[in-house]
Structures are given as C-alpha cells and as structure tokens.
C-alpha cells in the first residue's frame, strides 16, 4: 500500500482516530496540555497516548515544549484553520431537477421503487 503523503489526508486521517480526536478535544477546551495529563480523557496507558500524540505531530496538529521532565502539547493554529478551510469547503449544493444531472443521481423516485399501485377495493 503507498504511504499516503497529502498534507490534507494526513490531518484528516490523524484526527479521524477516537483517541486522537479526545486528546484534539481536551487541548481545544484546555489550551496546554502535560502529556501526563491525557490519560485521564482517553483511557489509555501511558505508551498508548505518547503513540497518538505522535501521530498528532507528524499530522501537524500539536506542538509540544519540554518543560523540565514534562511536555506540554497544543494544538497548532494552522492545522486547526486549515481543518475549517477543509470542513467549511464541503457542503451540498444547490439542488438540481435528475433531468439536468442525466436522470442517474443516485436516488429513486417514489414511483420506481414502488410501481403502479393496485386498484382500491383490493380488485386485481
């Protein structure tokens, strides 16, 4: 399988991961966050979040500074504007008649999925 190397897919993939997207929660309501301290939301061991965190960094969506024996992490400003840009660039559309889109959207009128009703008073 290729290694994926997309800037996009990367911060997309980092936080599609339950964990991960804990710790991205807990830093967005805490700012700082020590490292120690994410166990306590992900309900994970130690080695466990170090992993995740690190997947987070490479993603691009942590930053982390040693203080004495401790790293705090927070989230990076630009991988969390980059994720509006990529959220707020995906909506529906306008809606268009099946007629414009070539009759094949996707979904079926009422009258193909049920056929032509019985005569009422149950006469075939």
Excluded: N
Aim: glycine letters at 12%; hydrophobic letters at 40%; charged letters at 20%.
């Amino acid at each position: 399988m290729k290694r994926q190397t997309d800037p996009d897919v990367l911060l997309l993939q980092a936080a599609a991961d339950p964990t991960r997207l804990a710790i991205l929660r807990q830093l967005s309501e805490d700012g700082g966050v020590c490292a120690c301290d994410f166990t306590a939301c992900c309900d994970v061991a130690q080695p466990t979040v170090s992993h995740h965190l690190k997947v987070l960094r490479d993603a691009g969506w942590v930053t982390g500074e040693r203080q004495g024996t401790w790293i705090w992490y927070s989230l990076c400003p630009d991988a969390v504007a980059r994720f509006r840009e990529l959220a707020g660039g995906i909506s529906p559309g306008a809606a268009r008649p099946a007629a414009m889109l070539g009759g094949s959207t996707g979904s079926v009128s009422m009258a193909a999925t049920t056929g032509p009703r019985p005569p009422a008073g149950g006469a075939s």
